[in-house]
């Protein structure tokens, strides 16, 4: 938890800014109550108290969503982009298993899409299903001059 003191006003108080951060499986959640019109950013307890209540209901939405779902894989999956299209910011992984795994240039960590090519290497992490899109991966990163094979030899 963070919390700053907006505007530094001495005849009317400081408005305060939080932002709340929580892990959860497969990524993290947050929130920023910054000062709007009505002033009740003006007392800090407020502040926190409805920064925590917007938490609450995100975790609250949050679990109703996933509630019920398989939790993605303890370990990431390592694999080769099979496919990948530059222009249109996605790719295909194929895994041993038969399956191909879509995954998005906004997957892949550290801004190393325009880096990857067919054949590369890759760890990834596969979000739980999802009817709307199928399968994909919610982490791609690049393990560099790895070679992956896929038969024993």
């Known amino acids: 938890m963070v919390i700053e003191a907006a505007h530094q006003r001495h005849s009317k108080g400081n408005q305060y800014e939080v932002r709340v951060e ?25 502040t926190i108290r409805d920064a925590f209540d917007a938490m609450e209901r995100q975790l609250r939405r ?10 993605t894989q ?5 694999d080769k982009v099979a496919e990948i299209n530059h222009d249109e910011d996605f790719g295909h992984i194929d895994t041993t298993d038969g399956r191909s795994i879509y995954f998005h240039s906004h997957s892949v960590v550290n801004g190393g899409f325009d880096k990857l090519s067919v054949g590369d ?3 990834l992490v596969v979000a739980p299903p999802d009817d709307a899109e199928g399968l994909h991966a919610s982490t791609v990163r690049s393990i560099g001059g790895q070679r992956f094979v896929d038969e024993p030899g």
């Open 22 to 46: 929580v892990g959860i499986p497969g990524g993290e959640l947050s929130i920023n109550r910054r000062p709007g019109d009505d002033h009740a950013h003006f007392d800090l307890r407020v």
């Open 62 to 71: 949050w679990k109703d969503e996933h509630s019920g779902r398989p939790l």
């Open 74 to 78: 303890e370990a990431p999956l390592q």
């Open 121 to 123: 290497v890759v760890e």
